[in-house]
Every structure is written in structure tokens, then in C-alpha cells.
């Protein structure tokens, strides 16, 4: 049977544990810090007097040991010089891998997620209950804080991919005006000064040159209009259009190119048009900087999803040591893939080639 004494005892530690958890939650409402939630996390639990001394811990990165981010109550100078610290670290990778609090000698070490954890001295009374719910709130804290900065990063490489796309878009279309006033409007002052000359006097050598010259033109003119809309993609289908651009890659920049596609069926327009950019892509960075002799497309389909594997034999690359210039390409891919809902994967080393994996869900 309770006493009065032992359910006021009760009543008072309820409400001290309503008081901390109110408290916690103010504290850590308007942070989107990590390392500011653990920091105040572990201010309130003291300041409350729940535990005599504590540091909260966070992995930086994964496969990094835990590192503390702050220290409360400490009653040393130096945190070295505390008798309690020297199998922290050892006891903190225990309990973030078995994912409960586990009591060590005088800590109690609470993970809160994979990443973060709190080493808590004393504390012999507090209940599972408040502790889970602790637990609970700065979990939740810290994933609004995670949440967050994925999507600040998330949308710098959206700005830096927008930057990077219209700094293309400028560069594809100072391309094309070279195109057509270098070659063809020399092309075209050439057949204009020729058909003057022969008004009068019609030279059959002289006109056979110039039908010959408006030959090459019109070329130049189809390959112009081809790199910018694939008209075979829209009657033939993607295999055509791959196989189309293969062979004209060939033959103006002498890459053997082998290409097999394997699918059921045509895909959605969009679908196709975004697995022949990145075939279109991947292997103009092949001729412009792999040195490469040879280069393969392979388009495959399984279960729901196609595959296109663009692979090269040329010098590679390392991915880290990409300057952002260089990242527009592999960035415009990506981003064309993730609007359909799918991803780009890239094997590559100096010296052992390139192998682009990119990877769609078909609808």
C-alpha cells in the first residue's frame, strides 16, 4: 500500500518530468542545429537536476568516431582529468550499435538516433518512461535539423545546376551562331558570289563545284538541326535514335561505338528523350576528354525499371577532383533523371575508363 508521503513523492516527480519535457521543447523549437539541439538538450536535463554532469556526442560524418560537442557541469578543469571518461568513446559506439541506453558505472549513455548520443552521470531515478520520452523529442529535433539542411542543400545544387544549365545554355548557343556563320554563312556568301559569276556566263565546272558545296551545306545544316531536336528519336524510337548518333560520333571523330538495346516496347516520349540525352552526353564527354578508342551503350529493361549503361576505355577521372565547370554535364543528367524519378551512378578511376549507370523507372 502507497503513503500520502510516497504518492506526493510521485506527483512531484510526474511534474517535474512535465516541467522538463515543456522546457525541453521550447528550447529546442527555434534551432535548426545539430549540434545547438544537443547543446540545449543537455542544459535543460541538468539545469532540471536530473544528472550531475554530461556531454552530448555526434558522429561528424560516417565512419568518423563520436566527437563531444558540449560538456555541462563539469566539475574539471580539463575533461582528461575526469576518472570517468576513459572508456566513453568504446561504451558510446556500444550503445548507439545496440540502439538502448546503457548503463556504464556511473554514465548513463542514451543514443538518440544513429549519429548523436548523451553520456549522463547519475541519474539512478529516472524513470524509462521520461527517459524514452526525452529521447523522443530531441530525435524528432534532431531529424527537423537533418531534414532542413538536406533541403538547403538540396536546393543549392538546384541553384548551382540553374547557374550551371543557362551558363550551357549560353555556351550551346554561342556554338551555334560559330556554326552558322563560319560554315554556313561562308558556305552561303560562297554560293552567292559563285551563282553571280555564272549568270552570264554558266561555267559547268564552276556550277558543279557549287552544287557540290550545297551539298556540304545542307549537311552541316541537318547535323546543326539534329544535335538540337533528334527528328529520328520521334519517328523511330529510342533504339534509332542512339544508333543514329553512334555512327555520326564514328564517323566525325573515329570512337567505335557498340550499341545494344533490348526493350519490350518504346518507352514515353519523355523517357526516351531523357535516356538519349545522357547517351548524347556521356559519350560527347567521351570524344571531348576520355582519349578513348572504344565505347559502349547497352539499354536494358527489368522489372519496372530501364537501364542505360554508357561505358568508355579512356583515361577516367576523379570524381572528387571535379571543378564545378566540369560537374555541369554530369549535374544536367542527374537532374533530368530525378524528374522522372530516377538515378545516375558513376564508376570511374584515372586511367581504368568511365561507366555511367543511369537508371528509370518506366511508367
Known sequence: MIDASEALDEAQRRTRELET????AEDVADTLDAKDVLERSLAALLEMGWFTCGEALLRPSPGDPLATVTVGLCPFESLEDCPRRPDLG??????????????????????????????LAGGEYVSQGFLGAVTDLIRASLNHTHLHERLAEKEQQR????????????????????????????????????????????????????KELTSVTLSDVRRIALDLRPSVLDELGLEAGIRRFARDIHERYALDVTVLVNLPSRLQHQEELVLYRVVQEGLTNVVRHASANRASVVV????????????????????????????VGLMGMRERLEVLGGSLRIETAPGEGVALYARLPVR
Open 21 to 24: 519535457i515543456h522546457r525541453l
Open 90 to 119: 568504446a561504451s558510446g559506439e556500444s550503445a548507439l550499435s545496440g540502439g538502448a541506453p546503457l548503463r556504464d558505472g556511473t554514465w548513463l549513455l542514451v543514443p538518440v538516433d544513429d549519429v548523436a548520443l548523451l553520456a
Open 159 to 210: 541553384s548551382r545546376l540553374l547557374q550551371a544549365f543557362l551558363s550551357a545554355q549560353e555556351e550551346e548557343r554561342g556554338r551555334i551562331s560559330r556554326d552558322l556563320h563560319d560554315q554556313i554563312g561562308q558556305s552561303l556568301t560562297a554560293l552567292l558570289l559563285g551563282l553571280d559569276q555564272n549568270i552570264d556566263q554558266p561555267d559547268p565546272a564552276s556550277l558543279q563545284r557549287l
Open 300 to 327: 536494358t529493361s527489368y522489372n519496372s525499371y530501364v537501364q542505360c549503361v554508357v561505358e568508355d576505355d579512356g583515361a577516367g577521372f576523379d570524381q572528387h577532383a571535379l571543378l564545378p565547370g566540369e560537374q
